[in-house]
């Protein structure tokens, strides 16, 4: 039977970028997406997450979820503490699922940082000009302190200053477009989810 997975993030957009790196990498491992579920549950912060999530876990082990992955960004925390405040929610969940613990560094939006053709691509497109917008390589893109607010700032118009970026927005597009061998390679924190998912 085609496993079923269940995502949890901080937000939607969270959720919907993370439901976008599942199904690519199954794609790219000849694990078909197109055979799974994906149930998704975006919060109203961190917060919201850490309280009503254990809850969520139960809720979908009994619905028949089979796998989980649930989301949890740095920001500027250590990982170390974020990842104990999720195994203490799965542990309070008293699950039996698989599951995979992710905490992006420092946002999930490293990731997106780490392939900067495709940002070209799509600050291009956003500006609506031929003329291609070049970016600096981002080597370590987990070394950014506020990785989202980097993308705004890239991606402001040159003649207004408008931000073009919108994490909730742009988000997905990115996910379902940047190059994972090098957000692989460029982001530690990404690793864990191949991982999961290799092993299925």
Known sequence: MPPVYGVMGEDDSDVDSLRAFIKRLRDDAEKPSS?????????????????????????????????????????????????AHLEAMVAESDITIDHCLLVPV???????????????????????????????????????????????????????????YHPPTHNVWMAEHVDLVVVQKKCKSFRPLVTFLANE
């Open 35 to 83: 055979n799974i579920t994906i149930h998704r549950k975006g919060y109203e912060g961190c917060a919201e997450m850490l309280r009503k999530g254990a809850g969520q876990l139960r809720a979908w082990e009994r619905a028949g979820v089979t796998r989980v992955v649930v989301s949890y960004d740095a920001d500027r925390d250590k990982p170390t503490d974020r990842i």
């Open 106 to 164: 420092q946002e999930l939006e490293a990731w997106l940082l780490a392939d900067v053709v495709k940002l070209e691509d799509l600050f291009t497109v956003l500006r609506k000009r031929d003329k291609r917008k070049r970016i600096k390589p981002i080597v370590s893109p987990e070394t950014i302190n506020d990785p989202k607010e980097h993308l705004i700032k890239l991606s402001r118009h040159p003649k207004n200053n408008e931000a073009l």
